[in-house]
């Protein structure tokens, strides 16, 4: 497997691994995959952070969100890891308010950057809001008060703050006078500070604030009532929410999209007698846009739902605890359908516990869902949190990254309030705390994702969508789709059928690779495909997108009968068919050139990579050492001469019923002529395919087609042919005679190093 920096704690590798190889049987963990590259990373103890946001650049600002006796104030970082600046920390030791600055629901940063807060440098600072430049430059303070009660100096206290998609500023709140009644407000600024409307929305409190695209939606604590107000500051609907139970519209239960569809959980609380939890039940979890009630998804009884996000491509994420206290995400539409179910593991995960489900962190532009999941080692040493990125609509993993990587000896509490995303970058601040001795700092981290977008909806807000990464396409025969490696308890991806799409084939890795800024949109090899499944009309290039930037192909196994020469060497005696598999040869260079044409054809601006065969079997013989499925076949065979199954295994693996008749009368082995044999027919196959490649080159002088050979002295798989100690390939597999010979997900791993390596060297604008 690719190594990295953190490869060495296989301990962490391991647990990755077991957790999101549970997860879904269409999430592999393969390791390229579990340990994007930190960018950097910085000491911000002096700002003690509790919550951060991230600009339309990239940029991320920390923030202290603690009440007296701490201190409160931000410091931006650039993308790049540069101070930009910092707002005044101040200490608030005499205060007994809690102070917020550009933090949790008072979070605010607009298109230009600017960030925009409560204002902690005077004593009523509850009741001003005010503007910082990036730097730290405070741009203008105001106090917030009422237009309707200005006799009585009606100051509100600002609750919450967002950005609209117009740009300007609004902040809700309630009036701290009791001669007003302490009704409250939806107030609008420019970004230069100036007052543009304010409009009284209720008696009651306003704990939520959401922009949309056309206005914002303001929800009424109390009257279960959702109010629409554009951006001129008219009331355009008020919408109630008449489910049964008490609605949840403020912090993780609930949110909204850029199109205004808010959806909200309702509870009620359950007794013992009733569940096996005491949380609250989630009775429903109701959607409502601008023209009323939208749709419902009703979970099961006694299920507590958690975390509700919405997501970019339309709809929302929930995660939940069934009332078998196992978690779940689901994926539901505007209407309450459900599209996806992703269960998530608990308990002893080698050597790691997780309780509990995820922290839902939230949606990004592209349709993307991060999630993070605290564990603890079982000894006791360490505690950490895993980041998942995942396309939400299919379960696919798209990148891990593990604080354990870090170090060995720290222990890292993520604050999730702190847990932001960027076009490419995750940002999340941590508390690192020391094993060996009393000492604790609040460190920023910043973690290269090359799938993740800006956090959504805010992103629509700021205008910012992120760019559609260049694709790849995976074409080819088994050794592509993945056959023969999956994991215990895996699947083949569904709807692949008899292709066998294996979620840890190669390319699967290399999209999942956090180094690699290209997205893996096309995978159509398919486990027994010829050439000719390639070039036919409605074949495997017709399916590739004319924009793809790389196709990967391995072919040409199948048109030289590969398969069946692996069954002659284990049941007969394979360097007696020399004739019959050097004609196959003989005609092969033709249709492989036909094929890289094809794919060529159809992307007139990909890089074609045409991957070699490795080396299957030593130069020895390959009959008992390390070899515990001989060993079967010899007691299967030694029963009787025609034992049925061990005939019909010889002809599962490609002898004809007279071949495999035949083969009961022999031991199953594989001689040292008979390893030099297959040794030099596959060198002859990549020999073919190297020739093919340059006679393709040379017919396109203005294309890029590369052959990458699998079988360099010293590659990822060199020493691990069958009969090693660590084998990349199967053996003869009694349940499954076509996985044969073929790579493992450690062979898989290793396809997808040589992979990464020619991506590298004749693509880098795409790694790094």
């Not at 179910?341 to 995820?358: E, H, N, R, V, Y």
Request: charged share 15%; with cysteine; aromatic share 10%.
């Amino acid at each position: 497997m690719k190594k990295h920096a953190g490869a060495r704690r296989l301990g962490a590798a391991g647990f990755v691994a077991a957790l999101f190889a549970t997860l879904c049987v269409a999430i592999a963990a393969p390791a390229s995959a579990t340990t994007p590259q930190v960018a950097w990373s910085a000491d911000v103890s002096d700002v003690n952070v509790h919550g951060a946001i991230t600009g339309a650049d990239g940029s991320v600002t920390v923030a202290n969100c603690s009440s007296a006796p701490q201190t409160v104030g931000t410091k931006t970082f650039s993308a790049g890891g540069n101070v930009k600046g910092t707002t005044p920390v101040v200490n608030v030791r005499n205060y007994t308010e809690p102070v917020f600055t550009t933090c949790l629901s008072q979070q605010a940063a607009g298109k230009d950057g600017t960030l925009y807060g409560d204002d902690p440098t005077i004593n009523d600072y509850y009741e001003n809001l005010a503007a910082y430049k990036p730097d730290g430059t405070k741009l203008w303070s105001q106090t917030v008060v009422t237009t309707d009660c200005p006799s009585l100096n009606g100051k509100i206290m600002p609750s919450v703050i967002r950005i609209g998609f117009d740009g300007n500023v609004y902040v809700t709140g309630q009036s701290v006078n009791d001669w007003c009644g302490h009704p409250s407000y939806l107030t609008s600024f420019a970004p230069d500070g100036t007052l543009r409307w304010q409009v009284r929305v209720s008696t009651q409190s306003l704990p939520f604030l959401s922009a949309y695209d056309q206005g914002l939606v303001v929800g009424v604590a109390g009257v279960n009532q959702l109010v629409y107000i554009d951006y001129n500051g008219v009331v355009t609907s008020t919408v109630q929410m008449n489910e049964v139970g008490q609605p949840y519209l403020y912090g993780q239960g609930a949110g909204a999209d850029a199109k205004g569809y808010v959806f909200a959980v309702f509870a009620h609380n359950v007794s013992q007698t009733t569940c096996s939890n005491t949380y609250f039940e989630a009775t429903a979890v109701a959607i409502y846009g601008p023209n009323g009630f939208a749709g419902r998804y009703t979970p099961a009884p006694c299920t507590y739902s958690a975390w509700l996000k919405p997501l970019s491509t339309s709809g929302f994420v929930l995660e939940q605890e069934l009332a078998d206290q196992t978690w779940e995400l689901v994926t539901f539409d505007g209407t309450g359908s459900v599209v996806k179910k992703l269960s998530l593991p608990t308990g002893d995960l080698g050597g790691f516990t997780i309780t509990g489900g995820a922290n839902l962190i939230g949606g990004d532009t592209r349709g993307n869902l991060v999630i993070a999941r605290p564990y603890r080692r079982n000894d006791g040493s360490t505690i950490g949190t895993i980041f998942a990125l995942f396309d939400p609509q299919t379960w696919n993993q798209l990148g891990v990254f593990d604080t354990y990587s870090l170090g060995d000896s720290v222990s890292v509490n993520v604050y999730p309030d702190s847990v932001v995303f960027a076009q490419s970058r995750l940002y999340f601040a941590a508390q690192n705390i020391c094993v060996q001795q009393h000492c604790a700092s609040s460190m920023l981290y910043a973690v290269n994702m090359a799938k993740l977008g800006l956090d959504y909806p805010r992103s629509a807000a700021l205008g910012v969508s992120s760019a559609p990464l260049d694709t790849m396409a995976a074409l080819g025969d088994s050794f592509s789709s993945g056959l023969g490696s999956l994991n215990s308890g895996e699947l083949y991806e569904a709807g692949s059928g008899d292709c066998s799409r294996s979620p840890n084939a190669y390319a699967r890795q290399l999209g999942a690779d956090q180094s690699v800024k290209l997205e893996l949109t096309t995978f159509v090899a398919c486990a027994g495909n010829t050439t000719a499944d390639i070039t036919k009309q409605n074949g495997q290039a017709s399916q590739v997108s004319p924009t793809a930037k790389s196709l990967f192909l391995t072919v040409g196994g199948n048109d030289v009968n590969f398969a069946r020469l692996g069954g002659l060497c284990i049941f007969l005696d394979c360097t007696q068919y020399h004739d019959e598999f050097y004609g196959y040869l003989a005609d092969v260079g033709t249709h492989l050139q036909a094929s890289y044409q094809a794919a060529l054809d159809r992307a007139p601006g990909a890089t074609l990579y045409v991957l070699g065969y490795p080396h299957i079997l030593p130069l020895q013989n390959c009959s008992t050492t390390g070899s515990g499925w001989f060993a079967a076949l010899y007691a299967q065979q030694l029963v009787t001469n025609l034992h049925p199954d061990y005939v019909k295994e010889a002809k599962d693996a490609g002898l004809t019923q007279d071949e495999a008749n035949e083969a009961a009368n022999h031991s199953p082995a594989i001689s040292d002529d008979e390893a030099v044999f297959s040794r030099t027919f596959e060198n002859n196959l990549n020999l073919a395919i190297s020739d093919a490649v340059d006679a393709v080159q040379q017919a396109n002088p203005t294309r890029h087609i590369v052959f990458v050979s699998a079988t360099q002295p010293g590659g990822p798989f060199d020493g691990h042919q069958l009969c090693s100690a660590t084998p990349y390939f199967n053996g003869l597999d009694g349940a499954n005679a076509a996985n044969t010979f073929h790579p493992t997900a450690e062979g898989q791993g290793a396809y997808e190093q040589i992979a990464l390596a020619a991506l590298t060297a004749h693509q880098p604008q795409y790694v790094g």
